[in-house]
């Protein structure tokens, strides 16, 4: 049965109205019409979080993004829902699930900054923006003679602040970035492990909704979703607040899951680190649970504001 009430039986995506939400969409779109023949079209809808203002923490964390989008989906305003993944609360969310992880973007973070500079080159007492906790304290952690500051805006809005002299840097996704075609802002690729899921698209859709399933499962990429879902299993263990500096790295390759996770101190003076080589099919609630025990074990909760129970 087809439940989409778009044009001729089209499903409807239900998406941010930001550049970068409606690129990711349509990139998601592309990819289920050119696996089914089916049409998607897309369906704008307004967040709190794209009209309040404030530190993202104090409107409630990642979570503001998907509140609207997921009260549509119940609604039946639309059929499925792609998110970057790492905005995504960690709890399963009643009647909704994700019905597929796509083919994943880069990881990294991306350093854009005037003339060129690299976090190494920066001039002490640089200010460099960023509205992740995580990012200030892997950016102090590197260099504490910067200061680095909060930061809010769609991906162009933040660019600006560089390049009419407000900030000497931001840091970004790479793989926004690269999604919108702003690559050339990018003077610095980093290095460090970066958010649970992030580069990752999760598309979700009502829960006993076959025709949708069947649709985004079609544009699955297996490696993607067992890296992803393992990252937020972690950070799901942990239970760590909106405001606290985690990193999840997860990559899977020739069957094998490498993983790195990082609790760190948000002045970025401290840091404690877990990190894993296992066979991509174990169970990975229990490689969180185990992960989560060690990051404890070294001092985490002292750290962070972390209420996971596995200690």
Known sequence: MIHGTGTNGALRLGTRASLLATTQSQLVADAITAATGRAVELVKITSDGDVLTGPLAQLGGTGVFATALRDALL?????????????????PFPGIVIGAVPERASQRDALCARDGLTVATLPAGARVGTGSPR???????QRPDLVVEGIRGNVDSRLRKVTDGEFDAVVLAEAGLRRIGREAAITEVLPW?????QGALAIEVRAGDADALSAVQTVEDADAATAAHLEQAVLRHLEAGCAAPVAIDAVVRNGRISLVAEVSALDGSR????????DAGTDREAIAADVVRELFAGGAADLADLAGTSR
């Open 271 to 278: 840091s404690v680190r877990a990190v894993r080589d296992l």
């Open 135 to 141: 990012r200030v304290a892997q950016v102090l952690a």
């Open 75 to 91: 609604r039946g305003e639309c059929d499925l829902l792609v998110h970057s993944m790492k905005d995504l609360p960690t709890a």
């Open 193 to 197: 492990a970066t958010s649970a899921a």
